[in-house]
């Protein structure tokens, strides 16, 4: 008896979020912007806002420290490099994401749409890539120490990064 109820109460629940889907094309699958209990656009912008406003406030606290130049050390390098791809990458994600909900769609239909995806994978993957590399820069720092110091510099890593950059 409690196993019939509790798959009825799934079937109702899997009919309830089929409500608020639409389908776009064949095999893709947008949200009904209009239908969906509770959605609002406040929250979305002030999470937005207080994440601009924090990264802000860390680049201008990391690059206003009272810390001679030479003493930028790869650490310094790596942790600017993360907050600026943190605020690259929430200027760009929800910008479009809030139009669409204005809007209630895509602006530039589905393209639009599998950019912004892409957009959220790229950014979310170069952030754990740089905690990743923030993590072994400190392991080698604490257990390699001469190796680290001998052969790990500002200046290789920004030369390490940019042709990086320069590749993609």
Known sequence: MTQEVEV???????????????RCDDDFTCTDLTDQP??????PVVLCLSGVIGQV???YYLYTL????????????????????????KLLTTAPAVA????????????????HGFVMALVSLSTHLLVS?????????TTQTYFY????????????YWSYVASD
């Open 149 to 160: 110091n001998k052969n790990i510099t500002a200046t290789r890593t920004n030369h390490l």
């Open 100 to 115: 669409a909900y204005v809007n209630e769609g895509w602006l530039g239909g589905r393209s639009t749409c599998m950019a």
């Open 8 to 22: 009825e109460d799934l079937v109702e629940e899997e009919e309830e979020q089929e409500d608020w889907k639409i």
């Open 133 to 141: 590399t923030m993590a072994v820069e400190r392991l080698l720092g």
């Open 66 to 89: 009272k810390r001679p130049q030479h003493s930028r050390t790869v650490f310094f390098t790596l942790l600017s490099t993360l907050i600026w791809t943190d605020l690259v990458g």
């Open 57 to 59: 406030w860390a680049l």
């Open 38 to 43: 509770g959605a609002s656009i406040v929250s």
